[in-house]
């Protein structure tokens, strides 16, 4: 399977802290994106890297990408009790397709 | 982004029959989208790739007589899946390949519950 890996495959946490999420791919890509997924619904798009960029900001996101280790982090910064949902991760091999990876739930208690 | 749509929001149908999914861009011309399958507390698994105006390109396993794609138009791809069983019940997801070719915004999911 092509499909990424993602860990933690839970997280909880409180409002106010930190949370990280990772991201381990196989092959050679173009850009990894991360979504969001409430629960039921569909996915929001969070933020695109390139694989020759190493750090990207937008607002309380951080993503950091290591192609070396093929690997992504995602982190949300001061989180909320709305930042409740899945994320996941999802990779672009340059043909259009997108290969996501098995998510992470993080559930923000407030 | 694009603003995608999807008709019906949940489903429920008996075992056998047909179900047509609907998959709207609502603002935006697109030649491209993708439909998924998600599976409870899983993963987003891609099936076929919709394409106007001819065939779509199916996902190796994804049986395209079983799951029929059409694109007729460029806001406007559904998905039939066919002689539904109890093992298609899922969360069908579509979405669109924004101009910038390579973010994709996707519609809200269909719920299958196939009885």
């Not at chain 1, 997280?11 to 791919?25: D, K, P």
């Not at chain 2, 007589?65 to 059409?70: A, C």
Request: aromatic share 8%; proline share 3%.
């Amino acid at each position: 399977s092509q499909q990424g890996e993602e860990d933690p495959q839970a997280l909880s946490i409180q409002e106010g802290e930190n949370a990280t999420m990772n991201c381990s791919y196989k092959t050679s890509i173009n850009n990894l994106q991360w979504y969001r997924q409430n629960s039921g619904r569909g996915l929001v798009h969070l933020i695109l890297i390139r694989s020759n960029e190493r750090e990207k900001h937008s607002g309380r996101l951080r993503v950091t990408l290591d192609t070396s280790k093929k690997s992504s982090s995602l982190l949300i910064t001061a989180s909320r009790a709305a930042d409740t949902a899945s994320y996941f991760c999802a990779t672009d091999a340059n043909t259009d397709k997108l290969i996501f990876g098995t998510g992470t739930r993080l559930q923000v208690f407030p | 982004g694009a603003v995608v749509s999807q008709h019906p929001s949940r489903v429920i149908c008996k075992s056998g029959t047909s179900v047509k999914i609907e998959c709207r861009s609502l603002d935006f011309q697109a030649t491209t989208m993708f439909w998924y399958r998600q599976f409870p507390k899983q993963s987003l698994m891609l099936m076929a790739t919709s394409n106007e105006g001819s065939k779509a390109t199916y996902e190796q396993g994804v049986e395209k007589d079983k799951f029929l794609i059409n694109h007729a138009s460029l806001t406007l791809s559904t998905l039939t899946v066919t002689s539904a069983h109890p093992e298609d019940s899922s969360f069908y997801i579509c979405s669109v390949v924004a101009g910038d070719q390579e973010t994709q915004y996707f519609g809200p999911g269909t719920r299958l519950l196939v009885l």
